[in-house]
T-cell receptor, first 114, second 114 residues
Framework: AQSVTQPDIHITVSEGASLELRCNYS??????LFWYVQSPGQGLQLLLK??????LVQGIKGFEAEFKRSQSSFNLRKPSVHWSDAAEYFC????????????FGIGTKLQVIP | KAGVTQTPRYLIKTRGQQVTLSCSPI?????VSWYQQTPGQGLQFLFE???????NKGNFPGRFSGRQFSNSRSEMNVSTLELGDSALYLC?????????????FGSGTQLSVL
């Protein structure tokens, strides 16, 4: 069965600092990988996704993620964090073909301090 | 274009009661999926509907059920509520429910079971 691990439940960074959120997945076939963000009281919004091709993908709000097959990782990065980035971030995986049955990680809550 | 609409926003019920939650997808979207979000478990997939048919189901007891109407609107029902059912229930829609598609989430229904 597919699974997603986000090892960091909470992360605190200073505004302007760089950010990396970790995500490891477990799946035998080629995965489809996503990062979603959830602001307080809101649903989730897609930041970026990876299916194939270039392993570095760009998303919205200045985020990027790198797929590393050898490490089964899909870490999310941002060079300079803004206070508005404080939210919860979810990594998700699903399979090629088939219909929506997405497996989400437990989430990483990001706190940004001035 | 209106987003995914979930009603009600908040619900308070007591153990043993039943509850019905509603989700209106984005116009033109025919796939609706439901997720349960709790602090300890993250997002857990409940089920997915397309053209009034359930195509995928997660590992939840039979007390959790759903349906989809011809206009793609969906409802989920939880019978004989338990304290552990307290959670944020999120609905997501996409055009056809393919795994490569972006999910559009509603803001959720916060259910509290007393």
């Amino acid at each position: 069965a597919q699974s997603v691990t986000q090892p960091d439940i909470h992360i605190t960074v200073s505004e302007g600092a760089s950010l990396e959120l970790r995500c490891n997945y477990s799946y035998g076939a080629t995965p489809y990988l996503f990062w979603y963000v959830q602001s307080p009281g809101q649903g989730l919004q897609l930041l970026l996704k990876y299916f194939s091709g270039d392993t570095l993908v760009q998303g919205i709000k200045g985020f990027e993620a790198e797929f590393k097959r050898s490490q089964s990782s899909f870490n999310l990065r941002k060079p300079s964090v803004h206070w508005s980035d404080a939210a919860e971030y979810f990594c998700a995986v699903t399979t090629a073909g088939g219909y929506q049955k997405v497996t989400f990680g437990i989430g990483t809550k990001l706190q940004v301090i001035p | 274009k209106a987003g995914v609409t979930q009603t009600p926003r908040y619900l308070i019920k007591t153990r043993g009661q039943q509850v019905t939650l509603s989700c209106s997808p984005i116009s033109g979207h025919r796939s609706v999926s439901w997720y349960q979000q709790t602090p300890g478990q993250g997002l857990q997939f409940l089920f997915e509907y397309f053209s009034e048919t359930q195509r995928n189901k997660g590992n939840f007891p039979g007390r959790f059920s759903g349906r989809q109407f011809s206009n793609s609107r969906s409802e989920m029902n939880v019978s004989t509520l338990e304290l552990g059912d307290s959670a944020l229930y999120l609905c997501a829609s996409s055009r056809a429910g393919g795994n490569e598609e972006k999910l559009f989430f509603g803001s959720g229904t916060q259910l509290s079971v007393l």
